[in-house]
């Protein structure tokens, strides 16, 4: 590990960078770890022309330097490699700005903090300033909504809208879950997604791109785990968002995910080999894909009886368009015709709201 | 006369089995492995440091998916009593899921797996298919059910929807390969495999299509093909081990001894039970090398029936028949070889009619079905009821083979009915047909049955019938001929006593 002692990035406590935000502690992720956390520090700020919150990423330049060096990466390469993303996430900033995006955090401010640093001398510390949230989904789950299913589709409504956004500015989000899912006043029609550290962009090569396997397998789409990567930019990218989608939709019922509900149903020498090694699965994707789709039908079977029957048929239809493992076919089928966008999720935008509105709204009763 | 299997032909048509035993048999393993490991970016770490600060249902469920998915056990484990712990604050699924990982986990510590197809089962797959309709698989398995259940039309309706959901699974078009022949449309069959693309490059199904052809008197479209891929090396000889079979049974039938037997000891080197049974079968027609050892594999009931059969040992026999039955209930060899063994060797008529019954819902109108039901219900003097179930069936319209065995049954009822003369001409009739057609098997077995009746009428002929019976059947040396005629001297064998096991003894694999 690198000694944080030598290392700017984690001492910026009381600092004011960019004679704007006043850093007034250190952020505790609570042991999350996303991409962004892994290299960066985080830091609670305060706008010192307005009072308000904000949190701010400082890339952690020495700590970065040190992990690449130890794999073996040159510092050359290394240092590109840390340019590149942290330039990447602010053009995903800029490009969130310009399509207005409401439901995905907003960038305050990014730049320079000049700095020491062992190796290289002076140079600039990239950081990022995001809007700050008070709470995420994870824990007002823990805090007591989640029987509130009424509050659960507001939600994933919510979070259906920040990713028709985001695709609607030709970013895939790649690591949608219950963590980065925000919550601003605990209101709930401030929700917003959060951490595009594993985001791609359409147009804008970067190198998540190559990741096989955008997130974690809890929330990886099974065709991820089988090793299968589809051709087509969209039915790699936005479909995996959808999939992540439909499992939020899944794990905020029943508290596990998709993933893990699908290989239950799935015989242990099918599971993939990325998980289970050499007793697994490691052929074609196409020929496990009935027995995940099996699975899948299983699994909504499996939750028909735990779902209140006001929303049940809706629910689970919008769960298996989600959650369908072939890539091609997810989404929602008045979509496959071949004039609109496969993987919008304006119907699903629909449908959650629709839920909503029969668990507690005007359709109710 | 009751039909056993032995005289019958075998061809390697592949299993249908549910798909869980299908995939623990390896059905679904890959022929060629392909190099696509991914890395996996664990998300345990920071999820357990979480878990350490603070607990919540939750934090468990997320813990539950990811350790068992990531394979740390004791993780999951610990996760899954922490929700059963908290009750109802738990959704009742998630429960269920917590327990189902505290129980597979210690099942798994026991070496214990498999679920079979039941009707509580078929009732959640119907539930699903409503939920989720493009499930290849779950139509699958509702094809199954119906074909068990004798509901044909609903069993062909359901196939068609699971091969045009997924035309190029291999576990799909060979189960569907198999519904079609069991349906009497080989052809239809032979099609799927065909319009697939795939049987060129499987073996699995490239035997599958052999042997079909073969059912259907056809030369098989993808001989080429099927030969280069059986001397490929880029498969494992597992997966060659039905395609050599198959290719060893057509070489078998067209007199090439020598070519069948290299093709079929090709397929002993790591058969499935398929192409061990297709061995076991071959094994009185074609010189070869069987390892009683491998009678020990799973799932290999028809290998340990036919196996247990040339011991001569049985009553092990009707225990494997009766679970090779379980395996394939619609399959109409394991209730012939059941009610065969409990007619002739132990005159336990009650339970080979109740087996022939069921085996009828899903075979209807099968003649050796009813034949052997004919026999069962004659023996035991209910002539009126045997009657009834052949009185749909025209003897001349069908094929000599089946011919001889109902007019040997005929002659029986007859028998029974005091007609003594009139069941003698119809035992003669038997045996004057299977000569005619070159079947002597048939005709001896005809005149052992003959022979028997004479024996049990106590008539005047008895010696003469049995004399003749015996030196015509001295010419055939199985254990069908050997058991007929040592319950013709000796009358039913006594039931229960243990059987001698010697080294070679085959054993019944525990399911």
Request: proline residues 5%; charged residues 25%.
């Amino acid at each position: 590990m690198a000694d944080d002692s030598a290392n700017p990035a984690e001492e910026l406590i009381g600092q004011t960078i960019n004679s704007r935000w006043k850093i007034t502690e250190r952020k505790n992720l609570d042991g999350k770890d996303t991409t962004g956390g892994f290299f960066s520090v985080p830091y609670v700020v305060t706008d010192t022309t307005t009072g308000d919150v904000a949190f701010m990423k400082v890339v952690n330049l020495a700590k970065a330097l040190l992990i690449y060096q130890q794999q073996g990466v040159s510092t050359a390469e290394a240092l590109n490699r840390i340019t590149d993303n942290h330039l990447f996430e602010v053009d995903l900033a800029e490009a969130c700005k310009l399509y207005k995006l409401k439901k995905v955090v907003r960038v305050l401010d990014h730049g320079d903090i000049p700095a020491e640093i062992p190796l290289l001398g002076r140079v600039g510390i990239p950081y990022i300033v995001f809007e700050r949230a008070d709470c995420d989904a994870h824990s007002l789950l823990d805090g007591g909504k989640r029987t509130d299913f009424g509050w659960h589709m507001a939600t994933l409504h919510q979070v259906a809208v920040g990713i028709q956004e985001l695709h609607r500015a030709k970013i895939a989000h790649q690591d949608v879950k219950r963590s980065n899912v925000v919550f601003f006043d605990e209101q709930r029609d401030s929700v917003k997604l959060i951490d595009l550290g594993r985001a791609v962009k359409r147009d804008r090569p970067s190198r998540n791109d190559q990741r096989l396997v955008p997130c974690q397998p809890i929330n990886a789409p099974p065709e991820c785990l089988y090793g299968f990567a589809p051709a087509d930019w969209a039915e790699k990218h936005f479909a995996a968002d959808v999939y992540m989608l439909g499992s939020l939709a899944y794990s905020m019922f029943f508290d596990v995910s998709m993933t893990f509900a699908l290989l239950r149903e799935v015989p242990p020498t099918l599971h993939p080999a990325s998980l289970v090694g050499d007793s697994g699965f490691a052929g074609p994707y196409r020929d496990v894909l009935p027995v995940l789709q099996s699975a899948l039908a299983q699994v909504l079977a499996a939750a028909e009886q735990h779902i209140d029957k006001r929303i049940r048929e809706i629910y689970l239809s919008t769960l298996g368009f989600l959650c369908d493992p072939d890539p091609v076919r997810r989404g929602h089928p008045k979509n496959k015709t071949g004039f609109t966008d496969p993987y919008s999720c304006e119907r699903f935008i629909s449908a959650f709201r629709r839920m909503q509105l029969l668990m507690e709204g005007p359709l109710a009763a | 006369m009751s039909v056993a299997i032995e005289g019958l032909p075998r061809r390697v048509i592949p299993r249908w089995r549910d798909f869980r035993t299908a995939a623990e048999l390896g059905e679904f393993s890959v022929a060629a492995r392909v190099e696509n490991r991914v890395e996996v970016p664990s998300g345990l770490d920071s999820l357990l440091r979480l878990w350490q600060s603070q607990r919540s249902e939750v934090l468990a469920g997320e813990l539950l998916s990811a350790s068992w998915l990531e394979g740390a056990w004791d993780t999951a484990r610990e996760a899954a009593k922490y929700l059963l712990r908290r009750g109802s604050a738990a959704q009742e699924l998630t429960r269920n899921f917590a327990r189902s990982v505290i129980e597979d986990l210690s099942a798994a510590q026991k070496g214990q797996s498999a679920t079979r197809l039941d009707r509580a089962a078929v009732q959640n797959i119907r539930a699903a298919l409503r939920l989720y309709p493009r499930d290849a698989i779950g139509w699958c398995e509702l094809a199954r059910y119906y074909t068990i259940v004798g509901k044909l039309k609903r069993a062909r309706r359901a196939m068609c929807t699971a091969v045009a959901l997924a035309p190029d699974n291999r576990f799909i078009l060979r189960s569907a390969s198999r519904c079609f022949v069991h349906l009497g449309e080989p052809d239809m069959a032979l099609n799927i495999l065909r319009r697939s693309g795939i049987a060129k490059s499987d073996p699995w199904l490239a035997a599958a299509h052999v042997s079909i052809a073969q059912i259907m008197g056809k030369a098989t479209r993808l001989y080429r093909q099927a030969r280069e891929l059986s001397k490929s090396e880029s498969f494992a000889p597992f997966h060659l081990a039905e395609l050599n079979a198959a290719l060893g049974t057509m070489e078998m039938s067209a007199g090439n001894e020598k070519g069948a037997r290299k093709m079929l000891q090709a397929a002993l080197t790591d058969p499935t039970e398929n192409a061990l049974a297709q061995a076991w079968w071959a094994q009185s027609r074609v010189r070869i090398q069987l390892k009683p050892t491998q009678l020990r594999a799973p799932h290999t009931f028809e290998a340990n029936t036919r196996a247990l059969v040339v011991a001569e040992k049985w009553e092990s026999a009707l225990h494997a028949a009766a679970e090779w039955f379980r395996d394939e209930p619609f399959s109409t060899n394991p209730a012939l070889q059941q009610s065969f063994i409990l007619s002739v060797a132990f005159e336990q008529h009650e339970q080979a009619i109740d087996i022939l019954k069921l085996a009828l819902r899903s075979n209807p109108g099968d003649l050796l079905l009813l034949n052997n039901l004919a026999f069962a219900l004659g023996d035991l003097g209910r002539t009126y009821e045997a009657r009834e179930i052949l009185a749909h069936v025209n003897v001349e319209d069908t094929p000599a083979d089946r011919a001889v065995a109902l007019i040997a049954t005929e002659g029986l009822l007859r028998f029974r009915e005091r007609d003594i003369n009139s069941g003698r001409e119809f035992y003669a009739r038997a045996i004057r047909l299977a000569k005619d057609h070159q079947q002597d098997r048939q005709a001896a077995l005809a005149a052992l049955y003959l022979a028997k009746e004479e024996k049990r009428a106590n008539s005047d002929m008895k010696d003469l019938a049995i004399s003749e019976a015996e030196k015509a059947a001295s010419r055939f040396d199985d254990s069908t001929f050997r058991l007929v005629m040592r319950t013709l001297r000796e009358g039913p064998l006594p039931k229960s006593q243990p059987e001698a096991r010697d080294q070679d003894t085959p054993l019944i694999a525990a399911p």
